[in-house]
């Protein structure tokens, strides 16, 4: 019997085919238009921007707009591109317009259904972001929509690491931008440590479309954005402990797979102690839970992490001497991307590699809170329905599932298991060698970057070529994708998630074009791409003969997202194709997730070697396993938020304080209210209310007075007077401040001494909200320890970090009061001495540089003085020097200093 769910499921359709189908109106609008849009010339496009725009600057919704906007963008997309949107894709711009995320399955062309809502949203001239996964997609991608926004008249800029400020802020003020995430979340921070507004590269977040958003909002929001500054070094240390730890045994530790923890046992703790003592590292009586001993224990924890959870070629790569982090979702190298807290000093040592010196962090943002600065949020992705509840509890996003322009035609298998991880490999290897002989692609997807070398050396000795695409191949990524649909070709892949590259029957065009072209500069770009059109067209045929694509997994990923990811790269468009899964009781997680059973019910049924057992159930268990471990990553996830939204609070408080004082022209007033606070508190401390004169300290408070305020006024002869209370010694110190400052105003000049209030104020929350972050990183390790003692960790985090903001909040007041006091112009003589020391340093740096010109010989031309640069002539940059050495110019007497 049907459940009352089914059936209202079979009459009213689910809440996501009602969404679908309150697009259609808007969609039949879009079409009807499109007559009157093929007709409009090239400018009649940009004209219509232009009338857009003032339409959506004077108040008009953008719902009303979106028909139109729509039209216009899909017009420019077929003229720049020779593309035109199909209905499935308008939709999907419908629901990133609405601030939903779109999942729209692999080859449905997202990166086009992109520009639709980017267009209609940067009508009003705020600015959208179109946040990618790497550089390699925000450039490729700028590069190809920028045709069509060019066509509508409107910019588009893209953003990447180490860029030029002026390429950066250009950038920024583009209509459309495109960039990662870890760069937007960077400069958001870098924003934040400007003095000036005119240095900020930002505008304020108005709308971003994130794409493969699942990877982007919640596999790389485990781990916050720090830009973080040296700290003092402690290499030696490192090196110590690192020679300690091989010489543990199993007893000595305890490894928890399941949530990546290793901690010592009690044989480790005393076997450590007995080590240290001997090492000369822990002193004579001292133990490891000594106070003293705090930063020791952490050290010789971050190394038994770095030894026993962190392996080469699965966390991190070795390159150049570097030891490079690899992302474990995308198989990406992470470079300069380094673990805080020590671990990655900890695994430089272990590697034997330079041991670069600790940081400490300057300023930090979780991509939680990044991408909630946004007015609206959208995203797309293949696959964002299993983690549909923390989209909508986070970020409060909700997800649709777009449908495919034509039906889906790839073959799903059920996973086959077997006992042993030899057997799952003869499997996939004969399965492999099958498709290859009948010249169907395959797609073999890998966990780790060891697995997918292994079966490349098996496939070596087989004599079948095939491509890898992992972490070392990382730059060749794009081609080895682009050939991946090839008739015979075989590619292994590591964590296909996010390439962002389709994976194209019979090869890709656009890249053969691309090729050919570089190989022959000379030959015509139209008959190349006809020829290679043809070619293509030939290849796809075969190969949807051959059966199309035929992903082969070897392991299933601890996220069913990720598994999805891959299924989905084959069976676009409507293109046949297959997928299926090897597992085996040994891969990681079948072992940390209970095969104990199932490896017994195996024995009972007596299964032979190199048999499989293959059943529905053992995919429902499958998926159970993978739900248990991403509800764990999601736990983790909303456990970092919630610090971080402790910290978030007073982050907004700081920055906006920041802005607000670099939108200034004067701050006095902030530092006047800063200083009459410092005074009430002074005068509070030493004259507390209801005392008696008697028990006032107004020694203490002269002494203050000097060191707090720079004042020397008679506090003591003050408090003595009749009828003097602490309103009056607080007027009095008032006006005296303010005389002051007057003084120095005078002194200085009003505009100079605006400026130098400003820079103090800024220089000083800078230093300030860095000594803060450190003490909270520090409390943050400690507090879970107050589990222990009944009380909640979280509770005790928010009430301390709150205690501790409001001692930030006193010392800014203080420091930034006491510096203004002090500051004086310089006096003739110290000007004159500062002129002199200047000179002497020019004088030193001309020797220098006169020291390395060489003297000038009996070849040099006619005339030639070499203290006399209008005796030399004319000479080019890489024409002889005409002092006769025989160098170029440029590297003679026309070195640039």
Request: aromatic content about 6%; overall charge negative.
């Amino acid at each position: 019997m049907l459940g009352f769910g089914t059936i209202a499921k079979k009459v009213f359709g689910t809440p996501n085919d009602r969404k679908v189908k309150a697009t259609r109106a808007t969609i039949e609008k879009i079409n009807a238009l499109e007559p009157e849009f093929e007709a409009l010339s090239d400018e009649g496009l940009i004209e219509k921007t232009k009338e857009l725009s003032e339409r959506a600057i004077g108040g008009e919704s953008l719902d009303d707009l979106l028909p139109e906007a729509f039209a216009n963008c899909r017009e420019a997309g077929k003229r720049a591109l020779g593309l035109r949107a199909f209905d499935t894709q308008l939709m999907g711009g419908i629901f990133l317009h609405q601030g939903n995320i779109a999942e729209m399955k692999t080859g449905e062309g997202k990166t086009l259904v992109a520009t639709l809502p980017a267009y209609l949203n940067a009508l009003t001239r705020k600015g959208v972001h179109i946040v990618t996964v790497n550089d390699y997609l925000a450039k490729r991608d700028a590069e190809w929509m920028g045709k069509v926004y060019a066509a509508l008249g409107m910019t588009t800029g893209v953003v990447y690491p180490q860029q030029p400020d002026g390429e950066k802020q250009a950038a920024y003020a583009a209509d459309i931008t495109y960039a990662t995430n870890n760069e937007l979340g960077f400069d958001y921070l870098r924003d934040n440590m400007k003095s000036e507004l005119s240095q900020m590269a930002q505008r304020p977040h108005n709308f971003a479309i994130v794409d493969e958003v699942d990877s982007i909002l919640i596999d790389e929001a485990r781990t916050p954005l720090i830009i973080s500054g040296p700290s003092e070094d402690r290499s030696e240390l490192y090196t110590i402990v690192n020679k300690i730890i091989p010489d543990l045994t199993e007893e000595h530790y305890k490894l928890d797979e399941k949530t990546r923890n290793v901690t010592y046992s009690e044989e480790g703790n005393e076997w450590l102690e007995e080590r240290l003592h001997r090492e000369g590292l822990l002193e004579d009586g001292q133990t490891l839970y000594d106070p003293e001993s705090v930063t020791l224990v952490h050290h010789v924890n971050q190394g038994l992490s770095a030894h026993k959870l962190f392996l080469r070629d699965v966390h991190y790569v070795v390159r150049d001497g570097d030891v490079i982090l690899v992302d474990e979702h995308t198989g990406r190298l992470m470079p300069g991307r380094r673990m805080s807290d020590g671990l990655h000093q900890a695994i430089e040592a272990k590697e034997g590699v330079q041991i670069q010196p600790e940081n400490v962090t300057l300023a930090s943002v979780t991509f939680q809170n990044y991408f909630r600065l946004y007015d609206k949020l959208s995203g797309m992705t293949g696959t964002a329905k299993t983690e549909e509840e923390e989209f909508a509890e986070i970020y409060g996003l909700g997800v649709v599932e777009v449908p495919t322009n034509k039906p889906i035609a790839r073959i799903d298998e059920h996973d086959q298991v077997f006992r042993t991880a030899d057997e799952k490999y003869g499997a996939v290897i004969k399965a492999l060698t099958e498709a290859n002989e009948k010249g169907q692609p395959v797609l073999v997807g890998t966990t780790s970057i060891e697995k997918s070398e292994y079966i490349s050396q098996v496939l070596t000795k087989e004599g079948i070529e095939h491509n890898v695409l992992n972490a070392r191949q990382h730059e060749q990524e794009a081609q080895i994708i682009a050939k991946a649909g090839r008739l015979g070709a075989v590619t292994l892949a590591t964590n296909m998630a996010g390439r962002g590259t389709d994976i194209q029957l019979g090869g890709n065009v656009e890249m053969q074009v691309m090729e050919a072209l570089a190989a022959d500069p000379e030959a015509d770009p139209e008959a190349v791409r006809t020829r290679i059109e043809a070619s293509v067209a030939e290849e796809k045929q075969k190969v949807k003969d051959a059966g199309g694509l035929y992903v082969l997994a070897t392991e299933r990923h601890e996220s069913r997202r990720i598994d999805n990811q891959l299924r989905g790269r084959s069976g676009r468009q409507g293109d046949p194709g297959r997928s299926s899964f090897f597992l085996s009781l040994e891969d990681d997680l079948m072992r940390i997730f209970g095969s104990e059973r199932l490896d017994a019910v195996l024995s009972k049924l007596g299964m032979k070697e190199g048999e499989a057992i293959v059943h529905p159930w053992v995919n429902k268990s499958l998926e159970k396993a993978q739900a248990k471990v991403e509800g764990r990553n999601f736990d983790i996830r909303k456990q970092l938020l919630k610090y971080d939204d402790v910290m978030n609070e007073q982050r907004k408080v700081i920055f906006r304080q920041r802005m607000e004082i670099m939108q200034s022209s004067d701050v006095s007033e902030i530092t006047k209210d800063m200083r009459d606070q410092v005074i009430d508190d002074l005068v509070y401390e030493f004259m507390p209310p209801k005392t008696y004169a008697d028990q006032w300290r107004t020694e203490e408070m002269y002494a203050a007075t000097i060191e707090r305020l720079n004042l020397d006024v008679p506090v003591i002869a003050w408090a003595e007077e009749e009828g003097v209370d602490d309103e009056v010694i607080i007027e009095r110190l008032e006006e005296a401040g303010d005389k002051l400052m007057a003084e120095k105003t005078a002194a200085f000049g009003d505009d100079v001494m605006r400026g130098i209030e400003k820079q103090i104020l800024l220089n000083t929350i800078d230093a300030k909200w860095r000594e803060h972050l450190v003490t909270l990183e520090h409390l943050r390790s400690v507090v879970g320890f107050r589990g222990y003692a009944q009380r909640d960790p979280l509770n005790e985090y928010k009430t301390e970090s709150f205690q501790l903001f409001e001692a930030l909040l006193d010392g800014l007041r203080e420091d930034v009061t006491q510096k203004l006091s002090q500051i004086r112009p310089m006096t003739e003589e110290e000007q004159k001495a500062m002129m002199a020391q200047i000179e002497a340093q020019r004088a030193q740096m001309a020797g220098a540089a006169e020291e390395q010109m060489p003297a000038p010989n009996e070849n040099a031309i006619e005339g030639f003085v070499e203290s006399d640069p209008t005796t030399w002539g004319n000479p080019g940059r890489n024409d002889p020097c005409p002092c006769g050495s025989g160098k170029k110019f440029k590297h003679c007497h026309g070195r640039l200093a």
